[in-house]
T-cell receptor
């Protein structure tokens, strides 16, 4: 069974940093690209980042470029999102998802909540 | 403001069919066959319902179908059931520097 479990969510002050993790199991992690998608309180889904299966290519949304970095450890089956210079508007539930079919996320974790507030 | 435009809400009675539209541009929906649809129940993670415009993942009911014409994609739910009441989001690959974009979501209500 495919499982994705996010962790690392917390309350952080503006300007702070946080690293999210997504532990994957039930599939060959190194064979799939992975997504981070966020959802602000009462709002819609927003693409944050994508990384390919071997980690050689990664993209992030313009809104987080220069502040967020996506990476992965295929030996440990973990996806990461390093978030720096956090802003109030980054407050959201952050989901990791598997890119199991073309340009789509076929399995999603339950999400982890980041609250950026002073 | 989302790059993909969806109606805020759509409603229908049990057994009816409804269609949700997703309008973009030639830089996203119209330019690629990479439109996906996700269903999200309150407090739950999204679930992939349609990918590549009209393909259904294993396990998704054939009551859900997708199509595209020009810059507009559509999700049709036939034989509407109470469990279909949820938010639905379209997504597309784009040629912009942010490679994927979502619509703002459509709330489906089963009357």
């Amino acid at each position: 069974e495919v499982q994705l479990v996010e962790s690392g969510g917390d309350l952080v002050q503006p300007g702070g940093s946080l690293r999210l993790s997504c532990a994957a199991s039930g599939f060959t992690f190194s064979g799939y690209g992975m997504f981070w998608v966020r959802q602000g309180p009462g709002k819609g889904l927003v693409f944050v980042s994508h990384i390919n299966s071997d980690g050689s290519s990664a993209t992030v949304a313009d809104s987080v470029k220069g502040r967020f970095t996506v990476s992965r450890d295929n030996a440990k089956n973990i996806l990461y999102l390093q978030m720096n210079s956090l802003r109030v508007e980054d407050t959201a539930v952050y989901y990791c998802a598997r890119g199991g079919v073309p340009a789509s996320a076929d399995y999603w974790g339950q999400g982890t909540l980041i609250t950026v507030s002073s | 403001q989302s790059a993909l435009t969806q109606p805020a809400s759509v409603s229908g009675s049990p057994g009816q069919s409804i269609t949700i539209s997703c309008t973009g541009t030639s830089s996203n929906v119209g330019g690629y066959n990479s439109v996906s649809w996700y269903q999200q129940h309150p407090g739950k993670a999204p679930k992939l319902m349609i990918y590549e415009v009209s393909s259904r993942p294993s396990g998704v009911s054939n009551r859900f179908s997708g199509s595209k014409s020009g810059n507009t994609a559509s999700l049709t739910i036939s034989g509407l059931q109470a469990e279909d009441e949820a938010d639905y989001y379209c997504s597309s690959y784009t040629s912009s520097s942010t490679p994927y974009v979502f619509g703002a979501g459509t709330k489906v209500t089963v009357l």
